[in-house]
């Protein structure tokens, strides 16, 4: 990758990278999307910071005759090159239909930036939950969670006794 003059020797720069896949793409779709854009980051001595898939959600507007598509955000340290790169391969994959980079920061000590993504978080971010249409609808069902997830779901939820609702009257 090209080393630019702007930088500090021994840093990087820091990216966001959002595309959108169609909405039909299946698990292995997106494993393999990921792959490619972890492949391209590894390559070029970068490191992946985060990973998430958003799921299906609706487009502001027709994009290539798709309606909806599956949204993946990736936050990641990389040279100079590495967008570039990164969006070539994008490019050349028909399951992509849109993508948006933005350089968040620069000279930046990767040493000093924890890779938090492991395998499962990985492989977790090629499963996209069913959109809200389907939800509603009854189509599909959203998954169960681990224990875990309940857990924490008590420490974020005010206590019902503290509410108060208020009561909706009819106009006359």
């Keep these: 990758m ?4 702007r930088d500090e020797p021994g840093t990087q720069r820091e990216f966001e990278t959002i595309f959108i896949l169609r ?11 990921n792959t490619r854009v972890r492949g391209v980051i590894d390559q ?8 998430d898939n958003w799921g299906k959600r609706k487009l502001a507007y027709e994009v290539k005759k798709q309606l909806k598509g599956i949204y993946l955000y ?3 340290l990389g040279t100079s090159g590495v ?26 000590d990767p040493a000093a930036r ?6 499962e978080t990985f492989n977790k971010a090629a499963t996209t939950v069913p959109d809200e249409e ?8 959203m998954p169960r969670f681990d224990e875990e997830d309940m857990d924490m779901e008590d420490d ?17």
């Design 83 to 108: 967008v570039e790169e990164i969006e070539r391969n994008l490019r050349m994959l028909d399951s992509v239909i849109r993508y948006y980079t933005v350089k968040v920061d620069e000279d930046i």
């Design 156 to 172: 974020f939820l005010p206590a019902l006794d503290d509410v108060e609702i208020p009561v909706l009257k009819d106009k006359d």
């Design 44 to 51: 070029s001595g970068g490191k992946l910071l985060k990973l």
């Design 74 to 76: 990736w936050q990641y």
């Design 134 to 141: 389907a939800l509603v609808t009854g189509a599909a069902t």
């Design 2 to 5: 090209a080393l630019s003059m």
């Design 114 to 119: 924890p890779q938090a993504v492991d395998e």
């Design 23 to 33: 909405p039909d793409t299946n698990q292995d779709g997106i494993q393999l999307v």
